[in-house]
């Protein structure tokens, strides 16, 4: 079982022996806080027990004391003192009963003021240290001695190394042949290799090519347009180019407006083309 004693360590020597305080709430606990300085007084190093720790529980069980003795035995305690009491305003009653090795060895309450706790309790605290059994230091043990017989030593004759044989020759090891082990990485095994995007240079040159004719279509048609209306000022009487002119402008008109009709099939059919290739790349 896990004993969980929260410490409050008073700046005293090593050896200085220690006990445990255990309040029974927290209004108890106030006052618990002001025991530590007269405790430090009498040489005694205080562990103080947690909200929610076992020593708490102790305080329910019917075989009290010896629940309490337990504890101060995993706590290595000389003493567990039961806190109890409440201050009322400036005044209370703080009852404290002392218990050493499961037997309760006295219970004692003085009144204390707000303030005045430490020092009205370093009197009280005295008597009841009194009443703590004489701790005997353990004997120290001493560590195990090594004896050292001495043993007769005979003469060591000299022996001459016999000569190498061609046996003991150390031996040519082979190296083994080691098997290939498998990847340790799945993704070694199982995941094919990215392709590379090839780049999609027929279907950008086809597109550039449908724009290009796009626009010379568009060109040619607006001149074929513009000449077209010209030529109909002539049927209106209010023309000034002469019957050559007009027959010259009437076959430009033709070639433009043909090279517009030829350049924008071949527009057309070249986007097509970019759309198709645009698809399958």
């Given at each position: 079982m896990r004993w969980l004693v929260c410490s409050?360590?008073?700046p005293l020597s090593a050896s200085a022996a220690s006990v445990l305080l255990v309040p029974v709430d927290e209004k108890a606990r106030v006052l618990a806080d002001e025991l530590i300085e007269p405790f430090g007084a009498n040489k005694l190093t205080v562990k103080m027990a947690g909200p929610g720790s076992p020593a708490l529980n102790c305080l329910k069980d019917p075989a009290r004391e010896v629940c309490l003795g337990n504890?101060?035995?995993?706590?290595k305690v000389v003493a567990v003192f039961v806190v109890s009491g409440a201050l009322k305003g400036s005044k209370g009653t703080l009852t404290l009963e002392m218990s050493?090795?499961?037997t309760v060895l006295k219970k004692d309450s003085t009144r204390v003021t707000r303030g005045k706790v430490k020092t009205q309790m370093r009197g009280p605290l005295a008597s009841l240290l009194?009443?703590?059994p004489s701790s005997e230091p353990s004997a120290p043990v001493e560590p195990?001695?090594?004896?050292?017989t001495e043993t007769q030593k005979e003469p060591v004759q000299a022996v001459e190394p016999a000569p190498a044989k061609v046996a003991d020759a150390p031996?040519?090891?082979?190296?083994?042949?080691?098997t290939p082990t498998k990847s340790a990485d799945p993704l070694a095994l199982t995941t094919p290799a990215p392709k590379q995007v090839k780049p999609k240079v027929a279907a950008w040159v086809m597109t550039g090519l449908a724009i290009a004719a796009a626009g010379t279509a568009a060109t040619f048609g607006g001149l074929g347009l513009s000449n077209k209306a010209k030529l109909e000022t002539v049927n209106e009487g209010i023309s000034t180019l002469s019957y050559n002119e007009a027959v010259a402008l009437q076959q430009t008109s033709n070639t433009q407006l043909t090279v517009a009709l030829g350049t924008g099939i071949g527009a057309g059919v070249?986007?097509?083309?970019?759309?198709?290739?645009?698809?399958?790349?």
């Open positions: 409050l360590l008073l504890i101060g035995e995993k706590a050493s090795k499961g009194k009443l703590l195990p001695k090594v004896t050292v031996k040519k090891t082979e190296p083994l042949a080691l070249t986007g097509v083309l970019a759309g198709i290739l645009w698809g399958v790349e």
